[in-house]
């Protein structure tokens, strides 16, 4: 059973990442810089951890990504005054501009999956929870 759950969530993963693809590739971004430029726009500066904990990257997979949305003029990455260990991350009027262009690709998808507000919820709170570190008396593998 645990293997037929992953090779589900594997497969939704692809479709779902598919699906941005038309979307995206008009505004010159990748899944994963969609994913960043969307947490921009919920707010900025954020720091390169707050990023990488909202979207479950590490900084090797984000620091690359962020350096190529700075090379597309769409963010920018500056020292922390207060504490230079820290690199803070905003948006330049480039990034701002595609908000909208962004934004409304949500509701495309949405409306291509073809499920209600209500099923999306539920469907996002169950994976949520899927990504949530195990307690001690859950920590059990998945069996059949």
């Known amino acids: 059973m645990g293997a037929q759950l992953s090779f589900a969530l594997y497969g939704a993963a692809n ?14 971004l ?6 960043v430029m969307l947490a921009l726009y919920e707010s900025v500066p954020r720091t390169v951890g707050e990023l990488g904990n909202e979207l479950g990257m590490d900084n090797g997979t984000l620091t690359p990504l962020l350096k190529r949305l700075v090379s597309a003029g769409l963010v920018t990455r500056t020292r922390d005054e207060r504490d230079e260990r820290r ?15 962004v934004c409304s690709v949500p509701e495309k998808i949405k409306t291509a999956c073809k499920l209600s507000d209500e099923d999306i919820i539920a469907l996002r709170d169950t994976l949520n929870g ?15």
Do not use: M
């Open 15 to 28: 479709r779902i990442i598919r699906l941005h693809r038309p979307f995206l590739e008009p505004l010159g």
């Open 30 to 35: 990748t899944y994963p810089q969609f994913l």
């Open 87 to 101: 690199v803070l991350i905003a948006l330049t009027k480039a990034g701002e501009g595609l908000r909208g262009a």
């Open 130 to 144: 899927l990504g949530i570190a195990p307690t001690d008396n859950a920590s059990e593998p998945i069996t059949d």
